[in-house]
């Protein structure tokens, strides 16, 4: 069975400097991997996911996420926070040979606190 | 862009009630899932649907069903409410998979409240 572990309920950091959230996931073969980020009152916003290739993909709102299989991690990064990305973010992952059935599962959130 | 529309944003209702969630999503997608969302227990797959009439289980189906009669609309049936149900529950829809494993858009949720 598929599973993703995010370790640290809650990240702070100050506006400016850099973030990282991190993600571990267990799968069987190789994975495709997402991370959301969920506003105040909203559902999940898709921000980036791994498909192939390039092991440090980018996405939206600046931020960028690295693929590595050899610690099966993916963890979220952003160069400069600020404080409109305090959210909760999710990382999901399914395996690749699932057929029609997108079934992702997902970590249990990292809450981002970002201050000035 | 993707509009996936919940029915209602809060809902309060009382144990034993038969409560209907609807989901409504206006991009020809023909995967549909409902989700609960706990603290500290992140997004649990409840039921999904790949096509019409078309169902599986989730993770965690006990004390729900779910509807798919047309491709656009996607209930979620809470039998019988009980207080453990109370919980956020997220609709989201994408398209089937190829090369690319399409990425899932949400809802914006309803908060159910069962006293």
């Known amino acids: 069975a598929q599973s993703v572990a995010q370790p640290e309920d809650q990240v702070n950091v100050a506006e400016g400097n850099p973030l990282t959230v991190k993600c571990t996931y267990s799968?069987?073969?190789?994975?495709?991997l997402f991370w959301y980020v969920q506003y105040p009152n909203r559902g999940l916003q898709f921000l980036l996911k791994?498909?192939?290739?390039?092991?440090l993909v980018k996405g939206s709102y600046g931020f960028e996420a690295e693929f590595n299989k050899s610690q099966t991690s993916f963890h979220l990064k952003k160069p400069s926070a600020l404080v409109s990305d305090s959210a909760l973010y999710f990382c999901?992952?399914?395996?690749?040979?699932?057929?029609?059935?997108?079934?992702?599962?997902f970590g249990t959130g990292t809450r981002l606190q970002v201050t000035l | 862009d993707v509009k996936v529309t919940q029915s209602s944003r809060y809902l309060v209702k009382r144990t034993g009630e038969k409560v209907f969630l609807e989901c409504v999503q206006d991009?020809?997608?023909?995967?549909m899932f409902w989700y609960r969302q706990d603290p500290g227990l992140g997004l649990r797959l409840i039921y999904f649907?790949?096509?019409?009439?078309?169902?599986e289980k989730g993770d965690i189906p006990e004390g729900y069903s779910v509807s798919r009669e047309k491709k656009e609309r996607f209930s979620l049936i809470l039998e019988s409410a009980s207080t453990n149900q109370t919980s956020m529950y997220l609709c989201?829809?994408?398209?089937?998979?190829?090369?690319?494993?399409?990425?899932?858009?949400f809802g914006p949720g309803t908060r159910l409240t069962v006293t």
């Open positions: 989201a829809s994408s398209l089937v998979p190829g090369t690319d494993p399409y990425e899932q858009y």
């Open positions: 799968v069987s073969g190789n994975p495709y």
């Open positions: 791994y498909i192939t290739g390039d092991n």
């Open positions: 999901a992952v399914r395996p690749i040979n699932t057929g029609t059935a997108s079934k992702l599962t």
């Open positions: 991009m020809d997608h023909e995967n």
């Open positions: 649907s790949y096509d019409v009439k078309m169902k």
